[in-house]
């Protein structure tokens, strides 16, 4: 299965980093933090929401929820 997004490691990248996913062919990539906001502009540093791994379903819904517009 191909795979078309990546996630940057400990969130970190720059410019740099950014040319060498594209150039390795990924659609887009995601930032280790900054809530929602999700869009095709931010295609290669979407925004991710933090979870913790303690709560509920219904907490995570909750965060969910929050970060959509």
């Given amino acids: 299965v191909p795979i078309r997004y990546l996630a940057y490691p400990y969130g970190d990248y720059d410019a ?7 150039a390795a062919g990924y659609q887009g990539a995601l930032a ?3 809530g929602g906001g999700w869009t095709p502009a931010k295609r290669w540093q979407e ?3 933090l979870i913790s791994g303690t709560g509920t379903f219904n907490d995570f819904t909750r965060l969910v929820l929050a970060a959509t517009p």
């Fill in 32 to 34: 280790a933090w900054g």
């Fill in 47 to 49: 925004p991710r929401i």
């Fill in 16 to 22: 740099r980093v950014i040319n060498a996913a594209i």
